[in-house]
């Protein structure tokens, strides 16, 4: 079965620019999590949806947001970008959520100049 | 605040040997751990999990070691190879409320396995 697909793959933006970050998860999984990934942070938990519900937030500032429609897909939004959201962006689907059974996608790397 | 502390930062281990990735964790409230395995370019992805009322699991080469009452966890990867050469990260889940929970990530182990 298809993986988890998140797109684009690369992305360069400049300053005070916003991004849509976009995740299809694997059919039949109604969870969808967001997690940055930086070299000096490691994987920090940015937000759970589950059934276009926000489940859990983690301790970023509301310049990033999300959404989950009704076929599971999932879009995280940064507004007013930082030069510090350059990251791997990456989102983990699952049945249930919860942290559990995560399969994560590819990612896509956000390069903010 | 770190929650999960995981060592050592970077491990080189020849061929056919042990490779042994440790984790420590603070809030009880912990309640699966699992480890996942990143390759460059890739997401990670789960390689095996524990929960706190089992002090072992093995699954093919790897073992996951957890001791609660020091609330230390490990991960045994036994006769390395070098396709097992890549970033380590051991986690932890807590549920805050209901069903809202979320993992917790160590910082990651980056596994060199030479010939």
């Known amino acids: 079965k298809a993986g988890v697909t998140q797109t684009p793959r690369y992305l360069i933006k400049t300053r005070g620019q916003q991004v849509t970050l976009s995740c299809s998860p694997i059919s039949g999984h109604r969870s969808v999590s967001w997690y940055q990934q930086t070299p000096g942070q490691g994987l920090q938990f940015l937000f759970e949806y589950f059934s276009e519900t926000q489940r859990n937030k983690g301790n970023f500032p509301g310049r990033f947001s999300g959404r989950q429609f009704s076929n599971s897909r999932s879009e995280m939004n940064v507004s007013t970008l930082e030069l510090g959201d350059s990251a791997l962006y990456l989102c983990?689907?699952?049945?249930?959520?919860?942290?559990?059974?995560?399969?994560f996608g590819s990612g896509t790397r956000l390069t903010v100049v | 605040q770190q929650q999960v502390k995981q060592s050592p930062q970077s491990l080189i281990v020849q061929k056919g040997g042990i490779s042994i990735i440790n984790c420590a964790y603070e809030n009880t409230a912990f309640d699966y751990f699992p480890w996942y395995q990143q390759f460059p370019g890739k997401g990670p992805a789960l390689l095996i999990a524990?929960?706190?009322?089992?002090s072992e699991k093995k699954e093919g080469r790897f073992t996951i070691s957890f001791n609660k009452s020091a609330k230390q966890f490990s991960l045994h990867i036994m006769d390395s190879q070098p396709g097992d050469s890549a970033t380590y990260f051991c986690?932890?889940?807590?549920?805050?409320?209901?069903?809202?929970?979320?993992?917790?990530f160590g910082t990651g182990t980056r596994l060199q396995v030479t010939l």
């Open positions: 524990i929960r706190p009322d089992v």
């Open positions: 986690a932890a889940r807590i549920v805050n409320t209901g069903t809202a929970s979320k993992l917790t």
């Open positions: 983990a689907s699952s049945l249930g959520g919860s942290g559990l059974g995560y399969t």
